[in-house]
């Protein structure tokens, strides 16, 4: 058996780790990293009588490489190596090298901080990013930095950001590089031509790959289920002796598991997914057809909704899938795009593109109230994080200040999306728990549900054989709950459950097709759907498109049943709102679920708090009305002070502004009923009055209004400019400004003006913050160019001691 490449290497990173607890290894592919650094590790002194974690992004590749490490002990699975995973694991007492996928981790985390017994942890292949591989890293840094000193953190993989890692884990981390074991690899482009589809391009690649005598097996990856099923319906229907395979995440371990099977007797064609981007080598493969295509969930905070997208890979994953061609001899690359194609170096992180809201409980959950508390590689976008807590907040799992709540609490054991947990939380006061951990199950699976989910639930329940994956994890889900899934299955709670996971995508009918969603969305079946006329639905599959969102599966739900789950609609709560059309305030009395009125009656009276808050709103809809030309100087004047006293002046942004409404302009909207009175509001004034005495008197002096010119007269400043960070300007007629030496300050003196000097036409002829370089260099020559147009005002050849005017030479005399 040949060496490996990273042989060479396992000396200096045992060393590193017994100075050093945290290592960066950066291995190319057939370099064995996934394999030889864990088994290497474990006979290290800071090792001995504990156990190794090493981390991988898919079941498949856990799966496969605790198999072939157990193999090298000659071992069976569950003795010194084991592995675990949701729903399925083998680990014993004897287990010192337990190879998990990233979420178990989370979950060790969670329910032991001080990780008893577990000496490292290495996370392979962490280049993909996931959010639960970022969020092991920062618990495990949290738990390492504050308890666990004496705990290893490995971070390795073929393509790492080594410079924004070390950012992470500090600037002395050790940082180790090995070579890989590829074979020479042949890289062809094939781009799609025409109107040519994906699945088309991929079948004419196949076949010119398989008239080459040196090709072995054949790995075509692809997008989507959906163009694997394609292609591969064409392979099976053509005339090739080859066995055609899927492989793809919606299949169970066992299928993925025969899919990477060698077939010694005939050719493979393996049609798959980016899985076969995962660490572990597909035996036999020598040719690699590469789409260069992803499918991934991006999640749109300022919808809550999650669109499915397909986008271009960036050049470290098309790297990843090259060199599956070279692992065990000579291959070829055929990529499926112009070799002028320009791709990033690195993709986007999952936790800056998906819903992050199971983060965030889970950040809760170890007991931070916000990201900042943690250190991350890439810190959670601020968008998605409030959106995500919002939902928490919602679904009830998290109080006002970010922690837990007591139903936060019980549904942080569930190892499911936090909908999906409360809803199984809250499932036992609908005496429904079986059918919540059945429907769990379908919800959370890869399996696309194309009929009703009640008929794919009465599907399973009928016949459960059929669909062994749901029958396992509906079964896991109900030994939690200490209860044993029932021969018949009443289906009556159903759109209950799914109101409890989804309260914010119920919808009220508003045409045929349409519904309005609690969050206020606008989202669409077609007309022709057997839900397109009911008065509620729950929308349970919601993707955003450029208007409306597309609804893919929903249930019907009654009104009075919506009113059962959550009594609080049948409050009454006075809403007056600013209608445009009519030129005035519109008061009712309304009950609703979010922004959904289940009932509504008009107002014989209005309350003045109601009137104010309506106008306030619309104030906020119509800012141009608030900021107007008085009000801009003011926060001009204020930006400067603030840029230069940061530490003592109020932010009056339009943002803080609008934001505070309710505490500077309340008060004076005593009697204010019409926005036309709102309009004529003197908003200087009060902006003016939430100033002391004292800070009033020094903004005074420090940001002038007006600025005397030599000529006697009162010049205007404006301070508009410095709201975007500019000087503030003066502008007068040149002939007022002689006799200043210098350009006039603002400020203390700390800030000079901006001067346009004008003509007598009141046009600019020099502008410029240095008067005294004007007066020498460029008086000059405008002298030359302006007294003989304008021969009635004065133009003296000594500008600095001539006498200022604001008159001609007639008036003068």
Not at 102 to 126: C, H, S
Not at 505 to 524: C, H
Request: with cysteine; aromatic share 6%; charged share 20%.
């Amino acid at each position: 058996m040949s060496t490996l490449p990273i042989e060479q290497h396992l000396k200096p990173i045992q060393t590193a780790l017994s100075e050093h607890n945290r290592l960066i290894l950066v291995a190319q592919p057939g370099a064995g990293k996934t394999t030889r650094v864990p088994l290497t590790l474990l006979n290290s002194q800071w090792a001995q009588g504990q156990k190794i974690l090493l981390l991988e992004p898919r079941r498949v590749a856990a799966r496969l490489a605790a198999s072939f490490m157990a193999a090298q002990l000659n071992e069976p699975i569950g003795k010194t190596v084991g592995y675990r995973m949701r729903g399925d694991s083998k680990v014993s007492s004897d287990t010192r090298l337990e190879v998990l996928t990233q979420g178990v981790l989370t979950r060790m985390l969670q329910d032991d901080p001080l990780l008893e017994g577990v000496a490292g942890i290495i996370f392979d292949e962490f280049h993909e990013r996931s959010i639960e591989a970022d969020l092991g890293l920062a618990l495990s840094l949290d738990i390492q930095q504050s308890v666990r000193d004496d705990l290893r953190l490995v971070v390795m993989s073929a393509t790492l950001d080594v410079a924004a890692l070390t950012n992470v884990l500090g600037r002395d981390t050790c940082v180790i590089e090995s070579t890989g074991r590829e074979f020479p690899i042949d890289t062809y482009h094939r781009p799609l031509g025409g109107d040519e589809t994906l699945d088309a391009a991929a079948y004419r690649v196949v076949t010119e790959a398989l008239a080459n005598v040196d090709s072995r097996d054949v790995l075509v990856i692809l997008p989507g289920v959906a163009e694997i099923t394609r292609l591969v319906q064409m392979l099976e229907n053509s005339a090739f002796d080859v066995e055609v395979r899927a492989l793809h995440g919606g299949m169970s371990i066992e299928a993925q598991q025969a899919a990477l099977r060698l077939h010694e007797a005939r050719q493979r064609v393996s049609v798959a997914t980016a899985i076969a981007e995962s660490s572990v080598t597909v035996d036999g493969v020598n040719v690699v057809i590469d789409a260069g295509l992803e499918r991934v969930p991006l999640f749109q905070p300022q919808t809550g909704l999650t669109r499915l997208t397909t986008r271009r890979v960036n050049r470290a994953s098309a790297d990843q899938r090259r060199g599956r061609a070279g692992r065990q001899q000579p291959g070829t690359c055929y990529r499926l795009w112009s070799q002028e194609q320009p791709m990033v170096a690195y993709g986007e992180p999952e936790i800056a593109q998906a819903d992050l809201s199971r983060l965030a409980l889970e950040v809760a959950r170890w007991g931070a109230r916000s990201p900042e508390e943690l250190v991350w590689m890439t810190p959670p976008p601020n968008g998605a994080w409030q959106s995500s807590q919002a939902l928490l907040r919602q679904l009830g799992i998290l109080d006002t200040v970010g922690l837990l709540t007591p139903l936060g609490k019980q549904s942080a054991r569930w190892p499911l999306e936090p909908r999906l947990a409360v809803m199984l939380s809250k499932a036992a006061s609908l005496n429904a728990v079986p059918l919540a951990c059945a429907l769990a199950t379908l919800l959370e699976g890869r399996e696309r549900v194309s009929s009703s989910l009640r008929d794919a639930l009465a599907q399973r329940l009928g016949q459960p054989r059929r669909f062994p994956q749901w029958q396992r994890e509906t079964q896991r889900l109900m030994d939690m709950a200490s209860l044993k899934l029932p021969d018949k299955l009443p289906l009556e709670p159903l759109s209950c459950l799914l109101a409890i996971a989804y309260p914010d995508r119920v919808g009220q009918f508003i045409s045929p097709g349409r519904f309005k969603l609690a969050n206020g969305k606008t989202a669409t079946l077609s007309a022709s759907h057997p839900l397109a006329n009911e008065a509620f639905i729950v929308a349970v599959s919601v993707e955003s498109a450029s208007s409306e969102a597309a609804i893919y599966l929903a249930e019907p739900i009654m009104q009075t049943a919506l009113i059962d789950l959550y009594p609080e609609t049948q409050q009454w709560e006075e809403r007056v709102t600013w209608s445009d059309a009519q030129g005035k305030l519109l008061g009712e009395a309304v009950q609703r679920h979010g922004e959904l009125v289940l009932a509504r009656r008009p107002l014989a009276e209005l309350s003045r708090e109601a009137v104010q808050q309506a106008l306030l709103s619309a104030l906020k809809q119509r800012p141009a009305a608030l900021f107007n030309g008085k009000v801009k100087q003011l926060r001009g004047r204020m930006a400067l002070v603030a840029s230069l006293y940061s530490d003592v002046w109020p932010d009056w942004s339009e943002s803080a502004l609008l934001d505070s409404l309710d505490v500077w302009l309340s008060p004076y909207m005593t009697g204010i009923t019409r926005f036309s009175q709102l309009e004529k509001m003197p908003f200087h004034s009060y902006l003016m009055a939430t100033l002391s005495w004292d800070e009033q008197s020094h903004f005074e002096r420090l940001t002038p209004p007006s600025i005397m010119a030599p000529s006697g007269n009162q010049a205007s400043v404006d301070y508009e400019p410095c709201l975007a960070g500019r000087p503030p300007v003066l502008a007068l007629k040149l002939q007022e400004a002689f006799g200043w030496q210098d350009t006039p300050t603002v400020a203390d003196g700390h800030m000079p003006v901006v001067i346009h000097l004008l003509s007598p036409a009141k046009r600019p002829l020099q502008v410029t913050q240095d008067l005294r370089s004007f007066w020498v260099n460029g008086y000059p020559e405008v002298r030359k160019e302006m007294r003989g147009r304008y021969p009635k005002h004065p133009w003296p050849e000594d500008p600095m001691t001539a006498q200022a005017t604001a008159s001609t030479k007639r008036h003068k005399v």
